[in-house]
């Protein structure tokens, strides 16, 4: 249930932030929204209770707590530094809360311009899916001020089952990509056992389950593997393209501080070959298919008997 002292707004209507509206209006918490679409905008008021602002500044006129949940680093910056901006709106003691993954290039520049005005920036990336935001379930990092971590925590829990304080600014996002790339790494490596063990004669749900009781397998990837009747819908999952993005800057990280990642950059570019066949957008449990389809490698020495 709502605080009595704090007072939402959420700028950003896509898949995952109307997801995010609905969870946070469903416990409890009036809220005020916007985005730059209109169509986004009358479909979460007309299928929730919200408000609508005028302009992000509005909002950060009228709202003490205000969560975005944008694609990427220009949207963030439009959305808090441009023309009627959340930054002209406000006040000593606000708090913003970067939910998209647009979080670690933007937070230097938000922390150096607003918390100056004692404005809090915490940086929490959420993990999971929009199926995951309805139920919250989602997993949530979160960097910023220890104090803005606690007066918000109420919100946090009301859309994560797991949220993590990480640290200062930066350590949030850092520790969403690297889970990430360890997921990606574990998920492709259990697609080609699990066809082994299907090879073998054992069922693969069968296998599946076993190595969950076995903590072998998180419940994620366990999830992720799961043999389906029907196709995955992409709404409930995870893009090859969103894959290749926490690889990809996991290895950036890597090359600034001097580490080869070799088995990461095997994995990547795994990931690459089946998103230039699949496409950026398709789901990553494509990655179960596609292993049993692609072609094997002949072994060393050529084919046998050659």
Same mark, same amino acid.
């Given at each position: 249930?709502?605080?009595?002292?704090?007072?939402?707004?959420?700028?950003?209507?896509?898949?995952?932030?109307?997801?995010?509206?609905?969870?946070?209006?469903?416990?409890?918490?009036?809220?005020?929204?916007?985005?730059?679409?209109?169509?986004?905008?009358?479909?979460?008021?007309?299928?929730?209770?919200?408000?609508?602002?005028?302009?992000?500044?509005?909002?950060?006129?009228?709202?003490?707590?205000?969560?975005?949940?944008?694609?990427?680093?220009?949207?963030?910056?439009?959305?808090?530094?441009? @023309?009627?901006? !959340? *930054?002209?709106?406000?006040?000593? +003691?606000?708090? /913003?809360?970067?939910?998209?993954?647009?979080? &670690?290039? =933007?937070?230097?520049?938000?922390?150096?311009?607003?918390?100056?005005?004692?404005?809090?920036?915490?940086?929490?990336?959420?993990?999971?899916?929009?199926?995951?935001?309805?139920?919250?379930?989602?997993?949530?990092?979160?960097?910023?001020?220890?104090?803005?971590?606690?007066?918000?925590?109420?919100?946090?829990?009301?859309?994560?089952?797991?949220?993590?304080?990480?640290?200062?600014?930066?350590?949030?996002?850092?520790?969403?990509?690297?889970?990430?790339?360890?997921?990606?790494?574990?998920?492709?490596?259990?697609?080609?056992?699990?066809?082994?063990?299907?090879?073998?004669?054992?069922?693969?749900?069968?296998?599946?389950?076993?190595?969950?009781?076995?903590?072998?397998?998180?419940?994620?990837?366990?999830?992720?593997?799961?043999?389906?009747?029907? @196709?995955?819908? !992409? *709404?409930?999952?995870?893009?090859? +393209?969103?894959? /290749?993005?926490?690889?990809?800057?996991?290895? &950036?990280? =890597?090359?600034?501080?001097?580490?080869?990642?070799?088995?990461?950059?095997?994995?990547?570019?795994?990931?690459?070959?089946?998103?230039?066949?699949?496409?950026?957008?398709?789901?990553?449990?494509?990655?179960?298919?596609?292993?049993?389809?692609?072609?094997?490698?002949?072994?060393?020495?050529?084919?046998?008997?050659?």
């Amino acid at each position: 249930m709502a605080g009595p002292d704090l007072t939402l707004g959420l700028v950003g209507l896509g898949a995952f932030g109307e997801a995010i509206g609905r969870r946070l209006v469903r416990g409890g918490f009036p809220l005020m929204v916007f985005d730059i679409a209109s169509g986004p905008l009358r479909y979460f008021v007309m299928k929730n209770e919200g408000e609508v602002a005028l302009s992000p500044r509005v909002m950060a006129e009228t709202c003490n707590v205000v969560l975005t949940v944008l694609p990427s680093v220009d949207a963030a910056r439009a959305t808090v530094f441009g @023309p009627d901006g !959340l *930054a002209g709106g406000f006040r000593p +003691g606000s708090i /913003l809360i970067e939910m998209g993954h647009s979080a &670690a290039p =933007a937070a230097k520049e938000q922390m150096a311009e607003l918390v100056a005005r004692g404005v809090a920036v915490l940086e929490a990336p959420a993990r999971g899916t929009p199926v995951d935001a309805k139920k919250g379930k989602l997993v949530i990092p979160v960097a910023g001020d220890t104090a803005a971590v606690e007066r918000v925590m109420p919100v946090l829990t009301v859309l994560g089952e797991k949220i993590t304080a990480t640290g200062p600014a930066g350590s949030a996002e850092t520790m969403a990509v690297l889970a990430g790339a360890v997921h990606a790494a574990a998920t492709l490596a259990a697609a080609e056992i699990l066809q082994l063990a299907e090879r073998r004669g054992i069922a693969p749900a069968a296998f599946l389950e076993f190595c969950a009781g076995q903590g072998t397998l998180g419940a994620a990837i366990v999830e992720a593997l799961r043999p389906r009747e029907t @196709p995955r819908s !992409l *709404a409930a999952s995870h893009t090859i +393209g969103a894959v /290749l993005d926490d690889l990809d800057a996991t290895l &950036a990280l =890597a090359r600034t501080d001097g580490l080869s990642l070799q088995q990461t950059e095997l994995c990547r570019e795994l990931w690459a070959a089946l998103g230039r066949d699949r496409g950026p957008d398709d789901d990553h449990t494509a990655v179960v298919r596609w292993l049993a389809t692609r072609p094997k490698p002949e072994p060393p020495g050529g084919a046998a008997g050659s």
